[in-house]
C-alpha cells in the first residue's frame, strides 16, 4: 500500500524524476523528510494499528531524528556507490538547527537517512526506498506493539 502510494502521488501531481545529484544535500533532506514521513504513516495504517493516537505516537517516534539516525546506521554498510554518496552530503550538510531530542551526531546523520530518501525519490528509485525502509519499520512496528 504505501509503495503504491508513492508511486501515485508522483504520477497524479506530475512529480518528475530530477537530477538529484545537482541538488544541495538539504534539499534532498527537505524532500526525503516528506517521502519517509508518507512511507512511515502508511505503513503503520497498513500494520492495522487503528488508534490515532497510537499511531501518532509511533509515527513521531518514528520520524524523529534519534530513530533516523539509528535507521542509517543499521543500512549504511548495504548502500550502493550512489547511495552513499547522497547520504554522505546529507551528512555533512551545514544545518543550523539541532533539535534538542538529538545529538549533533544524530541530528546529522538523520540529514543524510533524509537525503538518501530524497535522493531515491527524485531518481525514481521508489522500489528502493521500500527495500532499505520496510524491514526497518516492520522490526520497528513489532516491538511497538509488543
Known amino acids: 500500500m504505501a509503495e503504491a502510494l508513492v508511486c501515485d502521488l508522483c504520477e497524479k501531481l506530475g512529480i518528475k524524476e530530477r537530477d538529484p545529484k545537482a541538488l544541495p544535500g538539504l534539499t534532498l533532506a527537505y524532500i526525503g523528510d516528506c517521502v519517509f514521513e ?3 504513516r502508511s505503513t503503520l495504517v497498513e500494520s492495522g494499528l487503528n488508534h490515532v493516537s ?3 505516537r509511533i509515527a513521531t517516534r518514528m ?8 535507521f542509517a ?13 547522497a ?7 551545514n544545518s543550523t538547527s539541532i533539535p534538542k531530542s538529538a ?3 544524530e541530528y546529522h546523520t538523520a540529514t543524510g537517512f533524509e537525503a538518501l530518501i530524497g535522493y531515491l525519490f527524485l531518481e525514481g528509485k521508489k522500489e528502493r526506498i521500500f ?3 520496510e524491514p526497518l519499520l516492520k ?6 506493539k509488543s
Open 87 to 93: 547520504y554522505r552530503r546529507g551528512k555533512n550538510a
Open 54 to 56: 497510537d499511531l501518532n
Open 38 to 40: 508518507i512511507v512511515v
Open 63 to 70: 520520524v524523529s531524528a534519534k530513530a533516523q539516525a539509528a
Open 103 to 105: 545529538s549533533r551526531v
Open 131 to 133: 527495500e532499505i525502509c
Open 139 to 144: 522490526e520497528a512496528i513489532a516491538k511497538k
Open 73 to 85: 546506521k543499521t543500512i549504511e554498510e548495504s548502500l550502493e556507490d550512489d547511495e552513499r554518496d
